[in-house]
């Protein structure tokens, strides 16, 4: 148990800690149950729920929190200030008002996940520190704004992130490019990084089994510009190029409105798409090699942890192994060119003793290197600092 002397701590979630829906959830539930069974810590939860099944589950795991339901929202002023205040739908004005009212309280550190947590703040505040999991600027850089409405959304997205990210002096990337990029913007604040994993016993029961077909799976959210073009990519670049050395070679994407997104691109129904699907995980179970090619996105991508987890092997990008760089070409490998994910597929693929062999490494290596215990040291002695300056004030 780590020695934090009671440190109070009032945690500000923008979704709800829930082991089976979001990803971002995913990290909460894990975060929050292994800070207050395995520290001292004193824990007040404040999270926002996007349905009411959320906020009914989640007061069950976490009895002492106070979960709030998305605020109903209808008409014109409404999408008006989505405009110029992207995702403050989130937040009610009860969870707004009893914010206001927490935060004034003997809090030693006010923690928010996210940087759309910070719309609660209405003035900054000394012993915030803010977990910025990703940048939307620059997951909508990838796409083509030819409208005028386009170009002016993706101005505003960039303009509101940096607005908020003023409003907290500590800053907790969950990757060293995010941490840079952050940087430039605000040099003199205090920076920590400290990656976000997720629960590994969801996946015990699921050991994987050497394959003796050769197939590829891609796994993400179609609504999300990164692993929209990483699937669009994979789809025209890398397929048609790794068939004409596999024949008989089965590729899935599988993800939300995948569909939807990318049929048009499905030249000769080659490729099996499914979205919105109720199991993802034996899409993860059932195939040889996850091939993950973003060019751009930011922050920890939650479906590779996934892959790790379910022990399938992964060639992805730098992109796409941000924030497990610990393990990036030791058992994750990745390569970032057309032609070398082409060639390291083919090679991985004839070779599928060699792809179980990366898989087994890639979770010990997970495993040990990103532990909840080594996450829990790393943020209670950031808590510890950021008191320590907090009194110095």
């Known amino acids: 148990m780590y020695n934090n002397k009671m440190k109070k701590i009032l945690l500000i979630l923008n979704e709800a800690p829930l082991p089976d829906c979001s990803a971002a959830g995913k990290w909460y539930y894990y975060f929050i149950s292994n800070l207050m069974k395995q520290t001292d810590v004193k824990l007040k939860v404040l999270a926002s729920c996007a349905q009411n099944d959320h906020v009914l589950r989640a007061r069950t795991l976490f009895p002492e929190g106070e979960f709030f339901l998305y605020p109903t929202r209808t008409g014109l002023f409404s999408k008006v200030e989505s405009l110029f205040k992207p995702f403050s739908y989130m937040f009610s004005p009860e969870m707004k008002k009893r914010f206001d009212t927490l935060s004034s309280e003997d809090f030693d550190v006010i923690h928010f996940e996210q940087v759309w947590s910070l719309w609660l703040m209405n003035k900054s505040l000394e012993n915030a520190v803010v977990s910025v999991h990703y940048l939307n600027h ?17 101005w505003l997205q960039k303009f509101t992130e940096k607005k908020l990210l003023r409003r907290a002096k500590f800053i907790k990337t969950c990757s060293e490019n995010l941490k840079k990029e952050i940087y430039q913007w605000f040099p003199e604040k205090n920076y920590y990084t400290i990656p976000f994993v997720i629960d590994p016993r969801l996946f015990s029961n699921h050991p994987q089994q050497k394959k003796e077909a050769r197939s590829i799976v891609l796994v993400g959210s179609m609504d999300w510009p990164p692993s929209f ?3 669009r ?11 004409k050395s596999i024949p008989d070679l089965k590729v899935q994407i599988v993800g939300w409105n995948a569909k939807k997104q990318l049929e048009k691109y499905n030249q000769g129904n080659q490729i099996e798409i499914f979205e919105n699907v109720p199991n993802i995980g034996e899409y993860f179970l059932n195939n040889s090699l996850m091939v993950y090619p973003p060019e751009v996105g930011s922050g920890n991508k939650i479906k590779l942890q996934e892959a790790i987890l379910y022990q399938l092997p992964i060639l992805t990008t730098d992109s796409g192994i ?24 083919i090679n991985l693929l004839n070779n599928l003793d060699h792809c179980h062999e990366l898989a087994i490494q890639a979770k010990k290596e997970y495993l040990n290197e990103y532990s909840i215990d080594i996450i829990l040291k790393e943020t209670t002695q950031m808590y510890q600092e950021i008191i320590s300056s907090s009194l110095k004030q």
Not at 233 to 243: H, S
Not at 331 to 336: A, D, P, Q, W
């Open 229 to 231: 073009l990483a699937a």
């Open 233 to 243: 990519r994979l789809m025209i670049d890398l397929v048609p190029a790794i068939k």
């Open 138 to 154: 620059i997951d909508q850089s990838i796409m083509k704004h030819d409208s005028l409405k386009g170009k002016m959304i993706s």
């Open 322 to 345: 941000e924030g497990l760089e610990k393990l990036k070409n030791k058992s994750i490998i990745v390569k970032n060119t057309n032609n070398e994910l082409i060639e390291e597929a």
